[in-house]
């Protein structure tokens, strides 16, 4: 059981029209891993988390996460993991507090395990104020605790650090490192090669559908003789602008 | 790792939950709440006073001096005739007549009567036509009857005159269910079609996907609110019409008016998924959800009846879910109307709210 992959991605395909959105996507994830999802914008990162998580239907191939398929939608397998969508994903009006009792009892989760979540990720002064009235820095902390709230094994995170200042971003790091530290599996999406190289054990750059590398930032950055991952992924990527 | 295994809250838990915050949402939504409540509440009130009845059935006479008719009317035909004649007497002077004309002349009373020898004369203005007939055949009616006593015989043909459906006339009586009927649409229509927008756009539908509850759970928690929503207005309308300045009178069966408006909401609900479904923006689905609407609740009669309308607007009106509820209502409420009017208009609202579900369910897009 513990030997077993947390993510199992094999041969993923999914079209639109002429659009080839995923060509054959495969990839692994070990479980306790940091593991970077990195590509350009229409590169087809979001189609291929979108698979993953069990969102969308894959024209080909079969995502198994902690050895269960993710498609058809189950029900025991989505309580063992945690999605945080980007900011916004809140119901109307409600206080932090609110929201991440809302999530607690959708999962089946005692309250206080809810109101301890909010300590941790230190929105317990915050609980009472309206989610929209939050700072961005803040947003995000309540979405990644709402998204971890009935303690998953495995998580995706979409670009949790867009639009914060230095002082949040260097803080979410910490708060997402003490996650891993955990035990749990780890996945993230972020256009920030900074990010990825100080948090993620392995990147996959991703472009056109496809997976190009896949590895320890360390070692593409050697194995590329470059000074950084952004080099990685520019020299992979190409330079002109996308959509 | 040992984390507690949840295969989330089962049964009922979700939907409670679902409910609770999206009921939250609504009411902490000060705009939603006076658009959908307040403001048709408004339409009330305000039609309810200003088409109030004025009392145009008071006729005022002016008596010149000695009218036997009058004079010696029984108790029981003047206590009968206090709610429809004032009689102002005044002696038989010559400057009274001319007094009392001038009056007739100017509009303030409908006519003045007077009698020379076996003769009753009856002066009235030509100017409101539906008063003088009024007048006249009261003051005939007056005289035939003491000629027929007179003669000393029993009357050979008696008149028992019974009032039929005589509220249905008060305005109050069709302002009610109208506007019920417009508020309970809006609510529906708008309530849907801007939820499904937002929580679109917000991915809340997403995140709810992706958390352990059923679909059922998330339909279930909206369809319900909106039907709780639906009963407040109703109770809310009903309290307000019922008012003794408003003078709604309940008739026998007006609970039906609760299975009533629960289909006619979902029905409503149906056109709300299907804007939702389709509309982009909320701006869209508001401008969308407006145009349907507000002119089915004209065409419904919500408010103001639809009798004297061109045959094509009655012809078109029968295709709006809202006409059929509206009719339905008043005739439980007011109309002493029961199952047999009630049940059909409750069968073909759920049977339009299944065919266009059907047709948003084939338009719905994730994102």
Request: charged share 20%.
């Amino acid at each position: 059981m513990t030997t077993q992959a947390a993510i199992t991605v094999e041969g993923l395909r999914k079209r639109y029209g002429d659009v080839r959105a995923v060509d054959g996507v495969s990839f692994e994830v070990a479980r306790g891993e940091f593991y970077g999802i990195l590509g350009p914008n229409g590169a087809g990162k979001t189609t291929t988390l979108e698979m993953v998580e069990g969102l969308r239907r894959p024209d080909e191939g079969s995502a198994l996460l902690l050895g269960q398929p993710s498609w058809p939608r189950a029900k025991r397998l989505l309580s063992r993991i945690g999605v945080q969508l980007q900011a916004s994903a809140f119901f109307e009006k409600l206080t932090a507090r609110e929201q991440i009792h809302t999530f607690a009892e959708l999962y089946g989760v005692p309250r206080a395990q809810a109101d301890a979540m909010l300590e941790r990720v230190g929105l317990t002064d915050k609980a009472d104020v309206r989610q929209d009235d939050l700072s961005g820095g803040q947003e995000q902390r309540l979405s990644i605790a709402c998204a971890l709230v009935h303690d998953p094994e495995l998580v995706f995170l979409d670009e949790p650090t867009t639009g914060l200042d230095p002082q949040a971003r260097r803080n979410l790091w910490d708060l997402l490192r003490g996650i891993q530290a955990e035990g749990r599996t780890v996945v993230l999406t972020t256009h920030y090669m900074d990010e990825a190289e100080t948090l993620c054990d392995r990147v996959a750059v991703m472009d056109h559908g496809r997976i190009l590398r896949v590895g320890p930032p360390r070692e593409l950055i050697s194995e590329l003789g470059v000074a950084s991952l952004e080099d990685v992924f520019l020299q992979l990527t190409g330079r002109e602008y996308r959509e | 790792m040992t984390a507690q295994r949840t295969t989330g809250g089962g049964g009922w838990r979700p939907f409670l939950t679902l409910s609770r915050a999206m009921a939250l949402g609504l009411l902490r939504d000060r705009t939603a709440v006076f658009f959908l409540l307040v403001f048709p509440l408004m339409f009330l009130v305000l039609f309810g006073a200003l088409f109030k009845d004025p009392g145009t059935t008071q006729s005022t006479v002016v008596q010149v001096g000695d009218v036997e008719v009058l004079d010696e009317m029984p108790q029981e035909t003047r206590a009968a005739l206090r709610d429809v004649l004032t009689v102002e007497k005044t002696d038989g002077s010559e400057a009274a007549l001319d007094q009392a004309l001038e009056k007739v002349r100017k509009g303030e009373v409908d006519a003045a009567v007077l009698q020379r020898g076996n003769e009753v004369e009856l002066r009235f203005s030509a100017a409101d036509q539906v008063r003088g007939g009024t007048v006249r055949s009261i003051v005939d009616s007056l005289v035939q009857q003491a000629n027929q006593a007179a003669t000393g015989q029993p009357p050979a043909y008696t008149l028992t005159p019974q009032q039929v459906e005589d509220d249905s006339v008060q305005p109050i009586q069709y302002l009610t269910p109208g506007l019920l009927g417009w508020a309970v649409a809006m609510g529906a229509v708008f309530g849907a079609a801007f939820n499904l927008v937002s929580w679109r756009k917000k991915r809340i539908l997403r995140r709810l996907w992706l958390a352990p509850i059923d679909a059922t759970s998330v339909i279930g928690a909206r369809v319900g609110i909106t039907l709780v929503f639906a009963l407040v207005q109703t109770g809310v309308f009903l309290a307000v019409g019922s008012l003794p300045y408003y003078g709604l009178h309940l008739t026998g069966d007006w609970w039906l008016v609760v299975p009533l408006v629960l289909a006619g909401t979902l029905a409503f609900l149906s056109i709300g998924l299907l804007v939702g479904a389709w509309a982009k923006s909320e701006e869209a689905a508001n401008g969308l959800a407006q145009l349907i609407v507000l002119p089915m609740a004209f065409l419904s009669g919500a408010f103001f009846p639809l009798d004297g309308a061109p045959r094509w607007v009655a012809t078109l009106s029968d295709f709006l879910p809202l006409k059929h509820l509206s009719a339905a209502m008043q005739g439980v409420l007011t109309q002493g109307e029961s199952w047999a009017a009630a049940l059909p208009v409750i069968g073909g609202l759920l049977g339009f709210g299944a065919v266009v579900t059907l047709l948003a369910w084939r338009v719905f897009r994730w994102d």
